[in-house]
């Protein structure tokens, strides 16, 4: 092989240009000199080796850039590309079409007002500057691969062009390619068509050892691929891939165990692997010599032996045959970029594709070998074809072209394919199908419409059972079938343009064409899965159905399509008609269907068709008939009927053939209705179901009525009604001796069973069957008579009807309104109005009024117009048994509360249109006027056998629509005066009266057996008797009209009402006077409430009562919690009903114990750093408020013995429990979860009910001074004087800290010590006031520590021995946090702070606090708890080095640990512990953790913004105490930002001490929570307001028992409380704190905490999601899901972002994220379904309804209704709630409790 020296002159970029200059100017430059410079630098560029990372691949971006890609813009553009492709769009004329491509998931809009159809979208941008805001659009997001048509004129009926391109919609259709310099469209075409010829054959290659040869490079040997499976030694070492390829039949997880034992990879390796293997559609897993990757894809092929989904795609290349590739599809973009920068190349490349090639053109072989691609490549080339070729006009129509001749092999290789239809270039037909003018010139020119349904038909064919019909099997996969339906898709697509405004002889020619190969297909349908009567035993396997209906609902849209097409033109509908008519002929042969038997009715005998249904198959699905009864109804507009000579020929079925099918199907529903057929299974119950559903009824179950309406008009009669009962099998009935001659009795297992008989001949003699039994009997007269009721009364259809496409949709909407109001949603899936073009919101609003919730929030209903009730229909032909029943139940509860008369009359009907007129000649005919006289003649005897009332009914029904009819009739002539050819009224009554109908309908009034239709048969008569010209007498004791009967009715509810409202006025008075009588009585305390209810001593804390008065307390006192000043408090003790036992308990130390049932869980609610991974600090409640535990209840009270029974029963039955079903539990007993036995609340554990009074201490031991200085300097000394013991076996679970040092209490002498006389005194009296804890029982001490241990376990996320010091501290804590939780709960309500909070709340809150008040002595040693309270105290007093600064600590956390822990600080024993009671010792730590917020807030104040503000004005001036506040505060100020060394600015005092009493609120609110449920003092009115919190300050001060905010001492010299202040001020960390190294600032007043702000239009939330990628494989994700506590998006659902947890295995990313952010628990929006989960505990979870409505108040969870969505806020505000309250746990385990759904929540 000769050695090519172009090959090392190309090494430069700059060399290679040059060579392509020559060449080209001397006119040999071809595809292969491009070839030779990219062989060279490809491998050295994109070739992997064992050192890359597969997972995330990297090239040499720049060196690409500047070799291969600039190489071809310097050599198109001859100098300078920048300027030059900017001179070249200058000279583009800009295309009026938008042609955005749209990513997965991004929104798009389409106007139902102007778009062709559902697929003519907009995008964002274009959408919001187009005249369509203000239409009714629709939203929905696309798949992906589509693009934008705004300025498509063909896509719009108007507005066709947003203000953004209208400028470019104006304009000459010159190409702008003609505009270039012609050597630059030279030299682009050679670039082009060497790209295009290179990239097609790289992508497409086969030989994946090798390159083709002339990309070989030089040290390259040709042999080596031969040399290596022959197992020779090559001359080097070439490097090889094992490269696996996608296919969408192996799952996921198959895919992630091939991988992780072929490649030996971690599991998350191989999940990243599946990830990029699907979004991709393959993935390097191996990279070595040639054995290597060949031992890999050996593993792979071993593996694939074991799963039935077929083998996997493996396949070892050569790292260069991948590097080529790679280019290839880089070359790929760059050319697609290129065509966007420029548009002018796209006309260039539209040539190009299409020139004439020896192997064919570039765009026949790019789509004969898209199935040779994987995905990203298949994307690669559809989408460089949508901008290349479908952008433009002219292109489009070659592309379509191109396509419809290759569309039978591309849907052949399609359905041998392994991915989904949205990547293959099938795909494409919707681009180009839908476009009017293209799909008009392919039928004409490329005869589209044979060619798609041609191809369809060809895979029918081969589907075909024994006699020639479409066949199905259940246990074959229907794979290849689902593939070739979309076939019929591409038919819709081209039918659902408009009717061409102009047909052609050539447009005729091709849609009659292909009109008869549909017809084909048809005539496969028809008769598909026939069934026979079981007559004996069960059907024992169900056949396969659900295929057939599916395709029959593809096909009836395109059914709809193509009669509407054959109704705009004659010549094709004559056509058509007849070809139906021919093709039905053949269907329904003599040999089939003969008139064989003969019947005699009325005079007459007739012929008809003999068939048994009882025997013979009979099948629901009759296509090609019905395709006839459409054709039908639009003769007429062309004046052409059945018998028309255009349709004179030999091979035509007469009306009695084609009407047996169908009527048939008729017969056959209603008897599987009646359960006459319920041995054929379910199978036959699924086929009836959707026979008549709403999507596919009216081209199957209006056909069929149609069909009988044709016969009705079209044959005798008389002739009609025989074939309706010899059909139903009761055509014996008319005989008058029918009861006694046919009826037999017969035992069936061992009952007697009547039975009606039939005699027939055989063989001589006379053979009897038993045919029916009574009931089967009597319910098909039933049916018959209501078939006879649609054929004469169903007119609303045009064709059939003098009526109008809306006025059908208009009838529809008025029958479901008849049932109830009904919600927009569920009307539009009644009333489907998709394929006519028409609203639903239009129709609906001439008929029916929209009313919204009173509230104005919420689903709102349409509610029927009060005038129309009069058109509805009883028995109209689309109810359900059960929506029948609905709707006459409805109206006559709607007639009883209106004082109407009941009756429910036939409603006048639209008059039929002159080719149906005669059908309503089956009401007056002989045979009809004896079957009605027979029921009833059979009716009044009250012997016969065979009789019901919905008979009678029914046969009332058609009279009174018969009547309605002659009524109209003799108007319409009357008022017309109609010319001689007009044809005669109709008239009911004469022969009626001639036949004695008329006298037995007499007979009938006051007949017993018919009351309940005495209304209905009244009108009858009475509009007969105004008809005939006269007046019928009824008896007496029988009102005659049932006008009479209403006002009767109307009587006897007046008399009943006046009776309730006098009982009512004497109860009312007995009641005042009860009152006037005992006053005093009432006045008295209440009896406490049972079951868990409020306990008497809150109540009276809240009212107020006679408690207070008999403590000795005045009424009119202001009252205190806290202090010396302390109000009295309850002392009724409190009684519950335990909920298991139901014996009730008073709660005192001598009765037995009782608990409630609480949860506790880890929160981070009202964390004020999300991001934060600090641990539980323990000792001090962090101010952050970050992963703390709270504890809610349901506030159910147990006996604990009891609680225990049940809690050991729900273990045992979960231990009892299947395995397998485990996963689905609302709670988890390992976790000690139980649910509520009252509520079903989820609980993991039980508070202790304790008493709520204290033992008093004895004696009055008032200190003479309140001194916080002295009390402070007492705690200073204690933790000076602190012994320290050095703790040498630690255990295991503590930190070294934690177990190495202990700290012991000197005692309260050794303070005393070092203090004056005066000194120790004061703070001896302050130390030693509290409440001595009472006795408590043991039982109630193990429910202490039961419920104390819980706490801890949860906040640390494990397991605590007891005697641990965290766990005392653990259970302050969530008493601390869940008050804090209360207080933003009641502030973000707006609820009064002290007013009821619910049973479930007061309960949790007295009980808790109580519980953490007396829990000490139980669950903690005394040592214990004085080492946490001096380690608490000297981080708080000392503030050691390393300790954190108060910045850190949340202060009303301290006052609860505070509280609790220094009564321990100088007890002697445990029984001298005592409980905090609001002390003054309490009061103390209440000022002290005062102080420390103040100076909180003090060092965070932002002074900028606090001098920007203004203070609030005020009339008054400032009273004495507020001056002092105001300058005390201006000194704390001071002193607090010097000793912090940070800027004191000039602040306003007014300003500074509001800014200050707005922080502290929240603060103060928190302790008074905390003292009033602690101590059961009374709350002021005012608290009880919903007051501003403003307004709440001074009255919050007064009832904590401080005087104001100021604690003089804080600011006098020398003072401790001044040390102590400068001593958290000067603390190292202050500084960083304040500068925010160390974290988020807490400012203050703390803000509630809330989900984040939503838009109002959710389209932006879709807008931004679109732009998101998956953050582990930076592909696009699929389901984006959005955390409503921090806003963060996630990629939910997915294996990409899927987390390793311990005990659990894989979660998902949302799961993952709350893990961090929510403690376990939150909410996620799914943005692109609009749902909402609630998540809990990484396996539990549940959805809600999601916060976004659409105008019609209803929300659109997987937007399927594509509405306009805006924010519900209060459904978002209770979402809020739910959450600020902690209801997340209790709300998941309610709804999982109430559904049966097995979702994987972990997955998430």
């Known amino acids: 092989m000769m050695k090519d020296n172009s090959s090392e002159a190309m090494k430069s970029d700059v060399d290679a240009v040059a060579i392509w200059e020559a060449k080209f100017k001397k006119d040999t430059l071809v595809g292969r000199d491009f070839r030779e410079y990219w062989k060279l630098h490809v491998p050295t560029i994109y070739a992997p080796d064992e050192s890359t990372n597969f997972l995330h691949i990297s090239y040499d971006d720049d060196s690409a850039q500047k070799l291969l890609f600039d190489t071809l813009k310097q050599f198109i553009c001859i100098d300078n590309p920048a300027e030059v492709l900017k001179h070249l769009k200058e000279l583009t004329t800009p295309a009026a079409l938008c042609g955005k491509v749209f990513r997965m998931g991004e929104a798009t809009y389409s106007c139902r007002d102007c778009g062709q159809d559902s697929t003519c979208v907009l995008c964002r941008d274009c959408f919001a500057a187009s005249a369509h805001q203000q239409h009714r659009y629709k939203m929905n997001q696309s798949v992906g691969g589509g693009y934008c048509d705004c300025g498509d004129r063909e896509a719009w009926k108007d507005s066709f062009c947003c203000s953004i391109h209208e400028r470019n919609a104006v304009g000459g259709g010159t190409s702008s390619l003609l505009k270039f310099p012609p050597e630059i469209v030279q030299r682009a075409r050679a670039v082009f068509s060497a790209v295009l010829d290179y990239s097609l054959e790289m992508l497409t290659h086969e030989n994946t050892m090798g390159l083709p040869h002339d990309l070989r490079s030089p040290l390259e040997q040709e042999g080596d691929a031969d040399d290596l499976l022959s197992g020779a030694e090559p001359l080097r070492t070439p490097l090889y891939v094992t490269m696996f390829y996608n296919d969408e039949t192996h799952t996921f997880e198959q895919v992630i165990e091939c991988l992780r034992r072929a490649v030996e990879c971690s599991q998350r390796d191989a999940v990243d692997y599946a990830t990029i293997i699907d979004r991709v559609g393959r993935s390097i897993v191996k990279c070595g010599d040639f054995q290597t990757c060949n031992k890999a894809k050996q593993v792979f092929e071993h593996h694939s032996v074991r799963h039935s989904s077929g083998p996997y795609k493996v396949h070892v290349m050569h790292t260069h045959v991948v590097a080529h590739q790679t280019f290839a599809m880089r070359l790929l973009l760059w050319l697609k970029k290129l065509i966007e920068e420029v548009d002018g190349f796209r006309t260039l490349f539209g040539q190009i594709v299409t020139e004439p090639a020896a192997d064919g053109p570039v765009l026949e072989r790019v789509m004969k070998s898209d199935t040779q691609l994987w995905k990203l490549a298949r994307n690669q080339w559809h989408l460089l074809l949508i901008q290349g070729m479908l952008m433009e006009h002219d292109s489009k129509k070659v592309f379509a072209k191109t396509f419809t001749r290759l569309y039978p092999a591309l849907m052949r290789d399609f359905m041998c394919d392994d991915h989904n239809h949205s990547d293959s270039v099938t795909s494409l037909s919707v681009q180009i199908y839908t476009v009017p003018t293209i799909a008009y010139m392919l039928i004409t020119d490329e005869d589209c419409l044979f060619v798609v349904t041609r191809t369809f038909y060809d895979e029918c064919i081969n589907r075909r059972n024994a006699q020639g019909v479409l066949s199905f099997d259940a246990r074959s996969p229907n794979t290849t079938w689902r593939r070739i339906s979309y076939c019929l898709n591409d038919l819709r697509y081209l039918l659902n343009n408009m009717r061409p405004p102009q047909w052609t002889d050539q447009l005729r020619k091709g849609f009659l064409h292909g009109f008869n190969a549909l017809l084909d297909v048809l005539a496969v349908m028809e008769g598909m899965d026939s069934s026979v009567r079981q007559m004996g035993n069960h059907l024992e396997f169900d056949p396969e159905w659900q295929t057939a209906f599916t395709l029959f609902g593809k096909l009836s849209i395109v059914i709809y399509h193509l009669m509407d097409w054959c109704s705009s033109d004659r010549m094709v509908l004559v056509k058509a008609y007849r070809a139906v008519l021919r093709k039905l002929y053949g269907k329904l042969s003599e040999e089939r269907l003969r008139p064989s038997a003969t019947v005699t009715a009325a005079g007459k005998t007739f012929r008809v068709i003999e068939f048994d249904m009882w025997q013979k198959p009979v099948s629901l699905h009759l296509p090609l008939t019905r395709m006839l009864a459409g054709l039908h109804l639009h003769l007429g507009r062309f004046g052409l009927q059945f018998g028309s000579p255009e349709f004179e020929m030999e091979d035509r079925p007469t009306i009695q053939q084609i009407m047996e099918t169908s009527l048939r199907a008729v017969i056959l529903t209603t008897q599987v209705r009646a359960g006459m057929w319920r041995r054929n299974g379910t199978s036959l119950v699924s086929q009836v179901h959707f026979y008549s559903n709403v999507r596919i009824r009216s081209e199957i179950q209006d056909r069929d009525v149609q069909i009988l309406q044709m016969a009705a008009a079209l044959e005798d009669p008389d002739e009609f009604i025989m074939t309706l009962m010899l059909r139903y099998g009761i055509h014996h009935w008319l005989a008058p001796d029918f009861e006694g001659v046919m009826r037999r009795t017969t035992e069936v297992d061992g009952e007697p069973v009547t039975y009606f008989v039939e005699t027939v001949q055989e063989g001589g003699k006379t053979v009897t069957n038993f045919v029916q039994t009574v009931q089967e009997f009597t319910h098909n007269l039933e049916e018959m008579m209501l078939v006879l009721i649609h054929v004469f009364g169903e007119r609303y259809q045009p064709g059939v009807g003098e009526v109008t496409r809306e006025d059908c949709l208009k009838k529809e909407i008025i029958q479901c309104l008849c049932i109830e109001p009904t919600p927009h949603s569920k009307l539009s899936k009644l009333v489907v109005a998709e394929n006519h073009n028409v609203s639903i919101e239009q129709l609906a609003d001439q008929v029916a009024e929209f009313k919204l919730p009173q509230n104005g929030t919420g689903k709102g209903v349409y509610e029927l117009k009060p005038e129309l009730y009069s058109d509805y229909n009883p028995f109209w032909y689309h109810y359900t048994r059960e929506e029948q029943s609905r709707a006459e139940g409805a109206q006559r509860r709607r007639k009883r509360l209106a004082d109407e008369p009941a009756c429910l009359p036939p409603p006048q009907l639209p008059p039929f249109t002159p080719e149906f007129r005669a059908a309503r000649n089956v009401a007056v005919c002989r045979a009809m006027l004896d079957v009605l006289l027979t029921v009833l003649r059979r009716s009044a005897d009250l012997t016969a056998r065979v009789f019901s009332e919905t008979l009678f009914q029914r046969a009332l029904f058609l009279m009174g629509l018969a009547l309605n009819e002659e009524e109209r009739s003799a108007a319409g002539a009357t008022a017309d005066a109609g010319p001689p050819e007009q044809p005669p009224a109709f008239c009911f009554s004469q022969p009626a009266q001639q036949c004695g109908i008329v006298d037995a309908l007499q007979n009938m009034v006051g007949n017993p057996r018919v009351s309940s239709h005495a209304d209905l048969l009244a009108w009858v008569n009475a509009k007969l008797n105004r008809l005939l010209g006269r007046t019928a007498a009824a008896p007496e004791s029988q009102p005659s009209t049932s006008e009479e009967a209403g006002s009767e009715q109307k009587k006897r509810r007046a008399q009943a009402a006046a009776r309730r409202a006098r009982i009512l006025g004497q109860m009312q008075a007995q009641q005042k006077k009860f009152i006037t009588q005992n006053m005093t009585a009432l006045a008295e305390p209440e009896e406490a409430e049972p079951s868990g209810a409020l306990s008497a001593e809150r109540a009276a804390a809240v009212t107020g009562s006679a408690m207070d008065l008999s403590e000795g307390a005045e009424p009119d006192r202001w009252p205190v919690c806290l202090g010396p000043r302390q109000s009295a408090r309850p002392a009724a003790p409190a009684e519950y009903t335990c909920i298991l036992c139901q014996a009730t308990e008073q709660v005192s130390s001598t009765r037995p114990a009782m608990v409630m049932a609480a949860f506790v869980q880890l929160s981070t609610v009202l964390s004020r750093d999300r991001a934060s991974t600090a641990a539980n600090p323990v000792l001090y409640v962090p101010s952050s408020l970050h992963r703390l535990p709270h504890t809610s209840s349901c506030g159910h009270a147990m006996h604990a013995a009891c609680w225990q029974r049940h809690f050991e029963n729900v273990c045992q039955r979960e231990r009892r429990r299947a395995h397998r079903l485990r996963h689905n539990m609302s709670y988890d007993v390992q976790k000690r979860e139980f649910l509520c036995p009252l509520c079903q609340c989820l609980s993991n ?76 005194n004061q703070f001896r009296a302050q130390v030693r006031l509290g409440d001595r804890i009472a006795e408590i029982p043991t039982s109630t001490r193990e429910m202490m520590i039961t419920f104390a241990m819980v706490p801890c376990m949860v906040g640390l996320d494990g397991r605590v021995e007891l005697g641990d010091r965290r766990v ?69 007093l000392d503030q050691p080095a390393g300790g954190p600064p108060v910045t850190d600590m949340d202060a009303f956390g301290l006052v609860v640990i505070l509280c609790s822990l220094t009564t321990t600080l100088f007890a002697e024993h445990a029984d001298g512990i005592q409980a905090p009671s609001g002390s003054l010792q309490d009061l103390q730590c209440v000022r002290l953790s005062l102080l420390l917020h103040l100076v909180q807030i003090l060092l965070t104040l932002d002074v900028a913004e606090l001098t920007r503000q203004q203070p609030m004005e005020t009339d008054d001036e400032p009273a004495a105490g507020d001056q002092d506040e105001q300058q005390w505060l201006a000194e704390l100020y001071t002193l607090v930002r010097s000793a912090a060394g940070v800027e004191v600015a000039d602040v306003s005092p007014p300003l500074l001490r509001q800014y200050v009493a707005g922080a502290v609120t929240p603060f103060l609110r928190c302790c008074a929570l905390y003292f009033h449920f602690l101590t059961g003092v009374r709350a002021p009115d005012e608290l009880l307001q919903p007051l501003p919190l403003a307004a709440q300050y001074p009255h919050l001060l007064r009832y904590l028992g401080l005087d104001s905010l100021c604690v003089p001492q804080a600011t006098d010299c020398q003072s401790v409380l001044q040390d102590l202040i400068a001593k958290w001020c000067r603390h190292p960390d202050i500084g960083p704190y304040l500068a925010g190294s160390r974290g988020p600032i807490v400012r203050y007043p703390l803000s509630v905490n809330t989900l984040i702000p939503l838009p109002v239009d959710f389209s932006e939330l879709i807008n931004k999601v679109s732009d998101f990628t998956c953050p582990s494989s930076d592909g696009e994700s699929r389901v984006p899901a959005m955390c409503l506590a921090c806003g963060e998006l996630l990629c939910s659902q997915s294996y990409c972002c899927q987390v390793q947890v311990e005990h659990i295995g894989q979660i998902g990313a949302c799961n993952a994220h709350l893990m961090r952010c929510g403690a376990g628990s939150g909410v996620m929006l799914r943005i692109r379904e609009c749902r909402v989960h609630l998540l809990v505990n990484k396996v539990r979870g549940a959805s809600v309804p999601p916060p976004y409505v659409d105008k019609f108040g209803e929300m659109d969870q997987g937007l399927n209704r594509g509405n306009p969505l805006t924010l519900w806020r209060e459904q978002y505000d209770k979402l809020n709630r739910l959450w600020i309250a902690h209801g997340i746990p209790e709300e998941v385990t309610r709804l999982m409790e109430d559904s049966f759904s097995q979702t994987d929540w972990q997955n998430l």
């Open 1245 to 1320: 554990t039980v508070v202790p009910l304790v008493p709520a009074r204290m033992v008093a201490l004895d004696g009055d031991d008032r200190p003479p001074a309140d001194n916080i200085n002295v009390w402070v300097k007492g705690l200073q000394l204690a933790c000076a004087h602190t012994v320290v013991q050095v703790d040498e076996s630690p255990g295991a679970d503590h930190s070294v800290e934690q177990r190495r040092v202990r700290y012991r209490s000197p005692g309260l002498k050794t303070v005393l010590k070092h203090m004056t006389q005066r000194e120790g």
């Open 1368 to 1436: 005392p501290l653990l259970t302050l804590q969530t008493c601390a946090y869940t008050l804090h939780t209360t207080e933003q709960l009641l502030r973000h309500t707006g609820r009064p702070l002290l007013a009821e909070l619910g049973s479930r709340g007061d309960i949790c809150l007295t009980q808790l606090t109580h519980v953490c008040a007396t829990m000490l002595p139980v669950v903690a040693e005394l040592g214990t708890a004085q080492a946490s309270c001096l380690g608490l105290l000297r981080l708080l």
